[in-house]
C-alpha cells in the first residue's frame, strides 16, 4: 500500500521545508510520496522547493500562476499513485507526527474517508475563526443531515477509490466545502478523529479571509440541491 501527500503552497518561505522534513520522517508503515503544488510564490519558496526537488519520492509541480489551493489539490491527486492520499498544508499549524493516529482507521478498513477534527482536539480558535468555522459546520450539519465537527479541517485522509469518478470544481479554500459535500452525497461515511492545532495569525501569513467563508457557504448550497455527488 501507498500514501501520496499533497502539499498545496503558496509563499510558506519560511515553513516549507521544516513540513517536508517532518513528512518525510514520520513512519505510516507503507510507502509514502509528496506531491508538493506551488502556486507562483514569490518570497523564496520556489528556492526552498529547488532544493527539495530532487529527493526519491518527492514531486514538485510549479504552477505558472497562482489558482488557488482547490485547483493545488486536485492537481496533486490528479499525480498520486498511491492508494490513499493525505492532504497537508505547508504551514505548522498541524503535525505531521498524527499520519499514524489518521491512517490506521482506514488500514483496517473501518472506514474510507478520515477527517483530522480540530474541535474534538480541544483546539483553541481565534474568535473570527471559530465564527466562520462554526457557521460552516452547522450549515453543513442542516443541509446534509450530519454531525460533523470540522469541516474546513486540513487533515482530509481517503482512500482514491472514494473519490473515483468524483468532479471537482472549485479552485479556492472552498474546495473543503466541496470535498466534503460531494463525498457526502456519494454515501461515504466520513469518521472523525481528533488532532491537535496550532492556529496562526494573518501576521504570520495565515491566507483564508472572509470573502473565502462566503464562497465556502455557496458551495454548501449549490451541491445540496444539484444533483448527486459526481
Not at 519560511?14 to 509514502?32: D, H, N, P, Y
Not at 473501518?110 to 477527517?115: A, K, L, M, S
Request: glycine share 10%.
Amino acid at each position: 500500500m501507498k500514501l501520496s501527500i499533497i502539499i498545496p503552497v503558496y509563499n510558506e518561505a519560511g515553513t516549507i521545508r521544516e513540513i517536508i522534513a517532518r513528512v518525510r520522517g514520520v513512519q505510516v508503515g507503507m510507502e509514502k510520496e509528496i506531491i508538493v503544488v506551488d502556486g507562483a510564490s514569490s518570497d523564496g519558496t520556489r528556492e526552498n522547493l529547488k532544493l527539495e526537488e530532487n529527493f526519491p519520492g518527492t514531486t514538485v509541480i510549479y504552477e505558472e500562476k497562482r489558482e488557488g489551493k482547490g485547483a493545488a489539490v486536485r492537481k496533486g491527486l490528479d499525480r498520486a499513485s498511491g492508494e490513499i492520499a493525505l492532504i497537508q498544508d505547508a504551514d505548522l499549524e498541524v503535525s505531521p507526527e498524527e499520519y499514524p493516529g489518521l491512517l490506521k482507521h482506514i488500514v483496517s478498513g473501518e472506514t474510507r474517508v478520515i477527517f483530522g477534527s480540530r474541535f474534538l482536539g480541544g483546539a483553541k480558535f481565534r474568535a473570527a475563526s471559530l465564527l466562520a468555522n462554526r457557521i460552516i459546520i452547522t450549515l453543513t450539519n442542516l443541509l446534509y443531515g450530519t454531525a460533523m465537527t470540522d469541516v474546513l479541517t486540513c487533515y482530509k485522509v481517503f482512500r482514491m477509490d472514494a473519490i473515483k469518478g468524483t468532479r471537482f470544481e472549485c479552485k479556492g479554500f472552498d474546495f473543503d466545502c466541496e470535498f466534503t459535500v460531494k463525498l457526502l452525497k456519494k454515501g461515504e461515511k466520513i469518521k472523525e478523529v481528533p488532532i491537535s492545532y496550532v492556529p496562526r495569525t494573518y501576521g504570520d501569513g495565515k491566507k483564508i479571509n472572509w470573502k473565502d467563508g462566503f464562497k465556502s457557504i455557496q458551495v454548501l448550497v449549490k451541491n445540496r440541491f444539484t444533483g448527486a455527488g459526481a
